[in-house]
């Protein structure tokens, strides 16, 4: 991750890196196909859930820290006693992005430009107010809410520290990808990409659950030939909402891989990615195993990035049986937005 410098402030997120790209803009890809399966990606709306914004020890107490996620300039602090607040940057008097150079007093937002200082959700003396946005912590991660209708959430951050107990973090993999959110989420279910891109010899679904909030799709694999011989594992993964998917590698693995999606702008997605193995590990099995798996998912996340970063929105129906699963998962994220 590459931060902005302004003036002695960091914007975090988003950093375009300059990276090359055929066409100008996103839109300009996807308003030439004919397939507009994503009719919200030019309306900037997108699904509804929870999706990481940073790590909990990054924002200390008293703090408040710029962002930019979901085209929104955001703030996000921690009041003097602990609370984590989000709220969108800008002051309601005239106007100071309070993210850069704001911060807490007590429980109340002070703005960097006249030092007003502001009840979050309550009314100012002058009349003004700044809402709170729903924000929450798990497993030393910040979580916040999105919805395109602005309804408050109706379940809680998935329980990250229960699906990791016994885990430790080994690796972290921090990415900001030039492509919508849905192309990368499609991923996951798409079977055989995993034997032409990244070497896999077999690879077999064994079962896929949808939920109005999750979608669960599950199946076997064979890793011999990208890492070593006969790794047979089963890979089981959960979209907890779009922003967090969740991954148990079976078997010889034993290990766990949380990936977390959150949209800059509708052709920007940051994606946070780290690997967990238990803590009474094998040695042995760390150095033959685990350690060159971190670099392995490294690689073959480069893979991915280069299609997504230059495909289009391909398709409007499936041609393969297997590819009937991104299609159901393409309309599990559609049906999170509401209708304009
Ligand atoms: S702009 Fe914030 S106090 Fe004036
Ligand atoms: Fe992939």
Redesign the pocket.
Known sequence: MVPFLFGQYKIFFPYDKGRKHAYSSRYDLISATTSLKFKYMKKNLFPSGWYYMADSKTIKKGKIKPFKYFDMDLALGRTSTGKIQLFKAH?P????HIGLGGKFDGEQVV?P????KHTLDKMCDKGLKISSLPVQENWGKVFMWYSNDHRAPDYDVVPLDQLGKGHFTLHTNTLIIKAPLVEICENMPDLDHYVYVHGMKDTKFTKMDIKKNTFEFNFKIDTSATITKDLKSECQNTFYGPGIMWVNLTHVFQMKSSVTLTPIDANTTYMHQQIHIPKLFNPLKLLSLYLPLCFIYKKEMKKDTVLWENKIVGGNKYQLLQESHIFKLRNWINSLVTPP
């Open positions: 002051c008097h005239l106007g100071a703005c430009f006249h030092g007003w």
